[in-house]
């Protein structure tokens, strides 16, 4: 097989690509505009985000099913759905699937589909996502963790023993998990008391040093020709506006000039070095990593890593130098492909740090945030929608591109809980994608972006469990509050 050379020749060949690839995933969110590159990749979905309207998403009519408890249950399910498995045989045999989360379940029924999983084992990357399993291949790497203990805890007495030396207001995380729902604040028994049965009942657990800090985030590919790395994004974390989880992520902000240009640096050396760390372990292909800055002495931690495409890997795939040379993504989907290859990866590293290559644009994603719950009657539609002098939003038009934002009065909503749903406290209601910051400098919501919130959430009515005669009861599963659908 002829080697590809060069950006032109990966571009040209994944225009001319005859392999089946579907991405099954609750929505195309992940991999927004992935289709447009890559022909004959399709999306196979459980949310309907666009009323039938996008031209290569799947969504299967609705079936019983067992009650999902994650994101897996839901691809499992679809992978087993008539609907899909005509689908896929009707569109020929050597298919490949990609996912946000699967596990070795979906890795069988995927074989007996006659599906290829374009991403490392199941198993392994079960490993890599242990938060603790993190920390020690940074260390291996030179990837510095906030101040930490690895510890097992079965009391407060062993909580303040294990961690002498980092002082007595403590961040807990466990090895699994969102971390908006797995990360304790302890600063005093009382915060232990409230906390101490999900602590107790972990077989080892992450003890850190309590900072002040931003987060951020930034995505990388590893390959056969070394690491390829993003820009750093900063990360909306905890606003109240739009989780109802304390350290809950709500979003992201691409600019050229996101910290100081030495934090940037480093964190970039630090991706790369630990793509490589990854690469030792047996894992190859596309993750991401966040990075917490110090803002007592500027220091750069690394926070954890995601052996997987993400909720940010819509602003890296689509950002200026993706569409300049190819996004991320693609370079994950040849590491898989087999095709022989050749990149000067040190080169595109450095075009991909150039900030004339970085343009600016944010996400908001917003989750239902009140105890309430009802019964949705009325949601916005996916498409692009305005920003008026008043600080009202109108919709102005469908489209499933984010690119067709013009300005910064204008964004692009994708929506995932529709007329019919029913809304819970961290029930996910949409992402919106604007040009533009939507944090100040001081990493506080701007007005803008708080307008977009009203907007948005105001575009939605409901009724409550008395009103309601005649809706459907509660579908079975889909609990989007349970587990992390982005």
């Known amino acids: 097989m002829k080697k590809l050379s060069g950006l032109s020749d990966i571009r040209r060949y994944f225009h001319r690509n005859e392999t089946p690839i579907y991405f099954v995933s609750a929505t195309n969110f992940n991999l927004l505009g ?179 800090c931003r987060g951020s985030a930034i995505e990388a590919c590893t390959t056969k020709c070394g690491t390829i790395v993003g820009p750093l994004m900063t990360e909306l974390v905890g606003f109240k506006e739009l989780t109802p989880y304390k350290g809950g992520w709500c979003g992201n902000e691409i600019f050229a000039d996101s910290f100081n240009q030495e934090i940037r640096d480093k964190a970039r050396n630090y991706t790369r070095d630990f793509g490589e760390a990854l690469r030792e372990e047996g894992y190859r292909g596309y993750f991401e990593l966040d990075f917490l800055i110090d803002l007592a002495n500027n220091e750069l931690y690394l926070g954890e890593l995601n052996p997987r495409v993400t909720g940010a890997s819509s602003m890296t795939n689509h950002a200026a130098f993706a569409h300049a040379d190819a996004p991320l993504f693609l370079f994950h989907l040849l590491e898989f492909s087999d095709v022989p290859f050749e990149i000067d990866i040190d080169e595109l590293n450095q075009r991909w740090a150039d900030p004339d290559n970085i343009d600016s644009w944010s996400q908001l994603v917003i989750k239902h945030v009140d105890q309430s719950i009802d019964y949705i009657t009325k949601a916005p539609e996916s498409g692009i929608w305005k920003l008026q002098d008043d600080n009202s939003i109108s919709y102005t038009r469908f489209d499933y591109h984010r690119r067709a934002v013009e300005d910064e009065n204008h964004g692009f909503y994708l929506r995932i809980s529709g007329q019919g749903d029913y809304r819970y406290k961290g029930a996910d209601l949409g992402i919106l994608i604007t040009r533009g910051r939507l944090m100040t400098d001081d990493f506080e919501l701007n007005d803008r972006a708080k307008a977009w919130i009203d ?17 459907p009861a509660p579908p079975v599963g889909l609990k989007k509050d349970a587990f992390k659908i982005l």
């Open 34 to 212: 992935i289709s447009e590159w890559v022909r004959n990749f399709r999306y196979i979905n459980y949310i309907d985000c666009f009323d039938g309207r996008h031209p290569n998403v799947r969504i299967p009519e609705e079936q019983p099913h067992r009650e999902f408890t994650g994101i897996e249950d839901i691809n499992n399910y679809l992978l087993q759905h008539k609907e899909v498995v005509d689908y896929i045989e009707h569109r020929g045999p050597g298919g490949k699937a990609v996912f946000l989360m699967f596990n070795e379940e979906s890795e069988s029924i995927c074989k007996e589909a006659g599906l290829e999983i374009w991403f490392p084992p199941a198993k392994l990357r079960s490993k890599m996502d242990n938060k603790i399993e993190t920390v020690r291949i940074g260390n291996r790497a030179g990837v510095p963790s906030v101040p930490n203990v690895l510890a097992t805890i079965k009391s407060y007495e062993d909580l303040q023993k294990a961690s002498e030396g980092l002082g007595d207001d403590l961040v807990l995380q466990t090895a699994f998990g969102d971390s908006g729902k797995t990360t304790f604040f302890i600063a005093s028994e009382e915060d232990w008391n409230r906390h101490k049965e999900e602590i107790i009942a972990e077989p080892e657990m992450k003890i850190m040093k309590r900072i002040n």
């Open 455 to 471: 907007g948005i959430v105001g575009e939605y009515e409901g009724m409550s469990l008395e009103e309601v005669d005649n809706a």
